[in-house]
């Protein structure tokens, strides 16, 4: 069946501009995280929703993040005001549960802040 | 808190050869742990994972891990690698009995020379 999309693949923005990234999890997955992939940082948890609730938004780097996930399905990760430091893969993960689950993982969106 | 230690940032070794990637962890409490590949320009996949039971796990490739609670290690090996084997692996834990998020290591890119 059809694995994690994610969209854009690559997305090239300007300083100081909001970007929206997409996340499609496996039909039926209940829980979703994203994580950042940076060379400076490695791979870093961002957040976690069990349908459509983030109970934990500790690992988001600012308030400038901000996500959301509606219909218990797709999930949109938001950067406003973006900043260089922004730059790096931001992966999507889904599992069919979230306690010991499997994660499956998207391959990526690439954010290159200029 | 949680980490993970990768010691190997980068293991070159000859096809046909043995391998082992080692990883440790800190936790005060009981752990999940898993063992992830990424593929040049792919997304992380699964590789193996330990929930509970026999300490000795095999995964998909013909890679395996032995965990070892007194030295809180997780090292995968394989016994004789492949040119396609060429990605970076990544050790990660996720906290059992919480939201699941993994928690990972820095990452050994191993390179198979023919």
């Known amino acids: 069946g059809a694995g994690v999309s994610q969209s854009p693949s690559n997305k090239v923005t300007e300083k100081g501009k909001d970007v929206e990234l997409r996340c499609d999890p496996i039909s039926g997955h209940t829980a979703l995280y994203w994580y950042r992939q940076s060379l400076g940082q490695g791979l870093e948890f961002l957040i976690y929703?069990?349908?459509?609730?983030?109970?934990?938004k500790s690992g988001l780097p600012s308030d400038r993040f901000s996500a959301e996930r509606t219909g218990g399905s797709v999930s949109t990760l938001t950067i406003q005001r973006t900043q260089q430091e922004d730059s790096a893969v931001y992966l999507c993960?889904?599992?069919?549960?979230?306690?010991?689950?499997?994660?499956?993982f998207g391959p990526g969106t690439r954010l290159t802040v200029t | 808190a949680q980490s993970v230690t990768q010691l190997d940032s980068q293991v070159p070794v000859f096809e046909e050869a043995p391998v082992e990637l080692r990883c440790n962890y800190s936790?005060?409490?009981?752990?999940?742990l898993f063992w992830y590949v990424q593929y040049p320009n792919q997304g992380l996949q699964l590789l193996l994972k330990y929930l509970s039971g026999s300490t000795l796990v095999k995964g998909i490739n013909g890679f395996e891990a032995e965990f070892n609670k007194s030295q809180t290690s997780f090292h995968l090996r394989k016994p004789s690698v492949h040119i396609s084997d060429t990605a970076e692996y990544f050790c990660?834990?996720?906290?059992?009995?919480?939201?699941?998020?993994?928690?990972f290591g820095k990452g050994t890119k191993l390179s198979v020379k023919p």
């Open positions: 993960a889904s599992s069919l549960e979230y306690v010991a689950g499997e994660q499956y």
């Open positions: 929703f069990q349908g459509n609730s983030a109970p934990d």
């Open positions: 936790s005060s409490v009981s752990v999940y």
């Open positions: 990660a834990v996720s906290v059992s009995g919480s939201q699941g998020n993994l928690i």
